[in-house]
């Protein structure tokens, strides 16, 4: 399927996880993907991975938290692409901080990364985005509806990303833009694979939560987030789409 034939996608996160199994799937279908990362080594990887076409990548190394990097780095984007079609807001941080431990510190990062750099992205596209197709998909979590012990900042920033999708789909929905959140559970990636909980800590919960389908690919969000970016979706805008294996059902 080319769903994405000649389509311009500007992806962020897509060194590594859900970001790069989200650029190489809609270079597949044949979009032209503009992949903006923290990591230069992890572009290279996934600019590598996706030579066989059938569309193309360019790469470019950004820190979405850095508002004069965003504003840049959309610059660059619609430069390279000739405009952009879809925007999909993949970049993000997470960590596992009891609440007596968390930092003022703590929370502005992940808020910055997760929160601030989803926004900045979405305004500075907004102005190219194509009135009645342009599409925005943000990557939010399961955490921002679902309660998690230790993850009190985490799921406070992707609820952020949560709600702001949600009025950022009413507020354009008269351009005819789409915006749909994608909420993924248990992912195997980079980002949730650092984090080990300290042993004096209850972690019984965890072991109560059981997703039926156990935990996801990347590739398997990636399906999600190209559905949702595709015409295939073109009657769904302002809906969160949880995809977390039936571990909350």
Known sequence: ????????????????GIGRATALRLVS???????????????????????S????IVGRVADVADEGAVIATVDAAVAELGGIDVLVNVAGMHRTTPIGRLTVADMKRLFAVNTIGTALFCREALPHLPDGSGVIVNVASSAASHGNP?????????????????????????RGIRVVPVSPGS????????????????????????????????EQIAGVIAFAASRDAAYLTGAELRADGGSHI
């Open 1 to 16: 399927m080319n769903r994405f034939d000649g389509v311009k996608v500007l992806v962020t996160g897509a060194g590594s």
């Open 29 to 51: 279908e044949g979009a032209a993907v503009f992949a903006v990362d923290l990591s230069r080594e992890g572009l290279a990887e996934t600019a590598s991975a996706s030579a």
């Open 53 to 56: 076409g059938p569309g193309r």
């Open 150 to 174: 230790y993850m009190t900042a985490y799921a406070a920033s992707k609820g952020a990303v949560l709600g702001f999708s949600l009025s950022l789909a009413a507020e354009v929905a008269h």
């Open 187 to 218: 992912v195997a990636t980079p980002l949730a694979g650092p984090q080990v909980l300290p042993p004096d800590l209850d972690t019984s919960y965890y072991g109560r939560i059981r997703a039926p389908f156990g935990t996801a690919e990347p």
